[in-house]
């Protein structure tokens, strides 16, 4: 009944949508004053282009908010046609992992058949980048590859998903004017004209690290570039993230009413037909892990939570096996390098195999996949691609090399002269041969940059904001050196049990901060 509902307000949504989008009256958009978003002109940045036009899916009594207390009365009924998801428990099966997707994932993919746009978020290990992972495959089988973008703020995250960042697409390099000139230089640009123009779907992951007022630029200039009076010009939108993990990085450093987070741009209500609030955690099994980190997402834990905490300092030196987290990379490489050179071993040497021009390659740099890989027999290293998730061979898995094999495969003999591919004992117990991996930066079907090298990187030590997206089973952390919102909270959901866990110093509660505009967001709209 209540699905029923919901498909009822879609379906108006969309018809009566389709009826009202009424084509601006303007050849070259930027330049008319009846287009002119309205910005102060004492201070262009702070007042965001007003929206034209009421979308009336897009009320908050209408619009559905998925959250625990009615996913689990929902069984949805998968109504569309796509061969791939009739199958009410699996909509989608990709060629390497098969899922059981629980309701409210369920609900995603059909909004997505159903051409809504959709903002999915969720506590850490709630699915989301799995779930958005197999959205992408479904746009593109929807639109066709080219007319789906995929983005996130950071390299790190849009290597990972195959994409590139949210600025390089927009082509709006740093993004800090205000957003008529943002448009002018985009207009400059034709390349980025038809990008825009012709897109049907666009993928930001990671939303939580994207400042309101990008978000509200953005959708100014979609908006306009396209002369479609609709929230972002008629794009489908997919914005995934947890508004509670690694925050934008400019958050709290300016004292004016600057729209720091993406659910404060002026745009961002109108821009979602569909918001959920995914609730199955999958990472932690253990209730008690679970309901612990959901204090410290929340920025409120209690003694008991406190106590299970302080009970996991140590104060030996951890076992190279275990992960260690900092926040800054530099102590990162320091213990690396330092534990690599303490093996003495003789080490082989992968250098990265780039194709493409600068910004795309500075794209690739910024992700995991490192430019200069060296290994040797004891080095303990991370997988960085998904191999097999039933064997847990996934991204994060950690383990130790045991030996190296000549390949006659052209590709290794590209990053590598002794043509040696290395041989993996996970830490899961499999040993496993790792060949080599390719990742890209696509703008449309078309890959701008490639970097060929092993998904592999050195493991006795990473950085927390690295770790985001992936699990671990051990990690060791000094929690006294965190600095700002969220970042023990993604350093602690990274693992899969409390038993993981271990930290050097004595925990600072007031450390543990979650900000208070996102509390507020979450409870107003997920509670
Ligand atoms: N429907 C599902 N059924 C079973 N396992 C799932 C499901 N969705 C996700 N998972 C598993 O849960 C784990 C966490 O998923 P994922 O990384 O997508 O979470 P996330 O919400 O993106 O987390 P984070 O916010 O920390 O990046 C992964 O190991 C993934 O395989």
Known sequence: MLLQLKFGIASFVRNYSTKVSPKLPFKK????NATKPRISE???????????????QITNASKPRISESNSTKVSPKLPFKNPQITNASKPIISESIEMQWTDQQLQVFEAIERRQSVFVTGSAGTGKTMLVQELIKLLRKIYGKRNVSVTAPTGVVACALGGQTLHSFAGVGLAEADAETLLSRVLDNRTVIKRWKTIKALVIDEISMVEGE????????????????EPWGGIQLVVSGDFLQL?????GKSSDNRKEFAFEADSWDSSFQLEVGLKTVFRQSDPELIKLLQGIRTGELDAEGLELLQQRRCFEEPDETVVRLFPRIADVNRVNDMRLKGLGEETIVYEAFDKGDKP?????????????LQLCVGARVMLLQNLNVKGRLVNGATGTIIGFKKSCKSDIAK??????????????????EIGTHTWSVMVGDRARATRLQLPLMLAWAMSIHKSQGVTLDRLHTNLSQAFGYGMIYVALSRLRSLDGLSFSSALNPSKIMAHPKVLEYYRNHFL
Not at 42 to 56: A, E, I
Not at 365 to 372: C, E, L, Q, S
Not at 415 to 432: Q, T, Y
């Open 247 to 251: 925050p934008p990085v400019n958050v």
């Open 360 to 372: 795309w390659i500075d794209q690739l740099n910024r992700g995991m996949a490192p430019t200069k």
């Open 42 to 56: 004492s201070n262009s940045t702070k007042v965001s282009p007003k929206l034209p036009f009421k979308n009336p």
């Open 214 to 229: 990008l978000f509200d630029k953005l959708e100014y200039i979609a908006r306009t570039i396209r002369e479609i009076d």
């Open 29 to 32: 958009p930027q330049i008319t």
């Open 415 to 432: 990053i590598c002269e002794h043509k040696l591919l290395p041989i993996v004992k996970f830490d899961s117990g499999c040993d496993k």
